[in-house]
């Protein structure tokens, strides 16, 4: 059964129309974050959460933000999308430091 | 930040044939993870392997820390291994995975 469950598998909007991507874990772990991957290239990191601490990467741009309303669900919101942050948004969960993280199918992002 | 290098960047197999992928790291860590990316873009755990040495079927991987490299063998290569196979570290100091730029790998039958 899936862990990190990252919905939907293919999303598509419009220039400039706000999108939401979620993520959800059965593992219970303190650990969720973001990566984003553009085609060619590797998952580049956007944000963490630590429990409910938020750490922001100093070169996220400002129109992502991240909510994480309770242990098991964080999202993705991108305010403003731009053709740049067409990619596939992957969401990984770990139980804490030393540990390996486990990552969700990741959602694949086209903008129109 | 950390510093990753794998090697090669591409590479093509007949299947049955086996290989070897290497990654390179620039200071200690704690965390390594091979990764498998299929052509579907879903990033499959192969092996979380600080130090030491682990199989898995026809997988295996070896980290020696203390010459920061790590290397992933694939033994009897299937059309199915196709994809890109990352490797990720985690610095001493660090809290999430720095990914190398990947080995894309394509098994032809």
């Known amino acids: 059964d899936a862990m990190v469950i990252q919905n939907p598998r293919y999303q598509v909007t419009q220039f400039g129309k706000p999108v939401t991507l979620s993520c959800s874990q059965t593992l219970n772990h303190n650990v969720m974050y973001w990566y984003q991957q553009k085609s060619s290239q590797a998952p580049k990191l956007l944000f963490h959460?630590?429990?409910?601490?938020?750490?922001n990467e100093a070169d996220t741009p400002d129109n992502f933000q991240s909510r994480r309303p309770n242990t098991s669900f964080c999202f993705l919101d991108i305010r403003s999308p731009g053709l740049g942050d067409a990619a596939m948004y992957l969401c990984?969960?770990?139980?804490?430091?030393?540990?390996?993280?486990?990552f969700g199918d990741g959602t694949r992002l086209s903008i129109l | 930040g950390i510093q990753v290098e794998q090697s090669p960047p591409d590479l093509i197999l007949q299947e049955g044939a086996n290989s070897t992928l290497r990654c390179n790291f620039s200071?200690?860590?704690?965390?390594l993870q091979w990764f498998h990316q299929n052509p579907w873009g879903q990033l499959i755990n192969l092996f979380y392997?600080?130090?030491g040495t682990k199989q898995n079927g026809r997988l295996s991987a070896t980290t020696v820390a203390t010459e920061r490299y790590s290397l992933l063998y694939i033994s009897s290569s299937q059309t199915t291994d196709s994809g890109v196979y990352f490797c990720?570290?985690?610095?001493?100091?660090?809290?999430?995975?720095?990914f190398g730029k990947g080995t894309s790998l394509l098994v032809t039958p």
């Open positions: 392997i600080p130090s």
């Open positions: 959460y630590y429990d409910k601490d938020f750490n």
């Open positions: 990984a969960t770990r139980s804490g430091v030393h540990q390996p993280q486990h």
């Open positions: 990720a570290v985690e610095g001493d100091s660090g809290y999430a995975l720095n």
């Open positions: 200071d200690s860590v704690n965390n």
